[in-house]
């Protein structure tokens, strides 16, 4: 069982900034692939970016440039650091984990709470 827990979320104007930060226990975090998804009330669940357990990173389109995922893997912590928000990126972000490597798709195992963003232009 792999437990995860985002924080960092908050509100911004446009142009602003934030990291997101998911800890997890409870299985070797090394081993883990990981993602960061983000839900919108009435729309599907996007992934925003992934990585796999060597470090290998995927992007949606609609971020590529402004957010950066990364692994501290000493602190069991996935990190997302966001840049240029807009209020088109408002969303629940939500980070993920699994064993295999689902990149962007929905299908990772574990889930944490989530953490709200809000960017008001």
């Known amino acids: 069982q792999v437990e995860l827990v985002e924080s960092g979320g908050g509100s911004v104007q446009s142009g602003g900034s934030l990291i997101l930060s998911c800890q997890a226990s409870?299985?070797?975090?090394?081993?883990?692939?990981m993602g960061w998804f983000r839900h919108i009330p009435g729309k599907e669940r996007e992934g925003v970016a992934g990585?796999?357990?060597?470090?290998?990173?995927s992007y949606a389109d609609s971020v590529k440039g402004r957010f950066t995922i990364s692994n501290d893997n000493a602190k069991n912590t996935l990190y997302l650091q966001m840049k240029s928000l807009t209020p088109e990126d408002t969303a629940m972000y939500y980070c993920?984990?699994?064993?295999?490597?689902?990149?962007?798709?929905?299908?990772?195992?574990?889930w944490g709470q989530g953490t709200q963003v809000t960017v008001s232009s």
């Open positions: 409870g299985y070797t975090y090394s081993s883990l692939c």
């Open positions: 990585i796999d357990s060597d470090g290998r990173t």
């Open positions: 993920a984990a699994d064993r295999r490597d689902w990149q962007l798709l929905p299908e990772y195992t574990y």
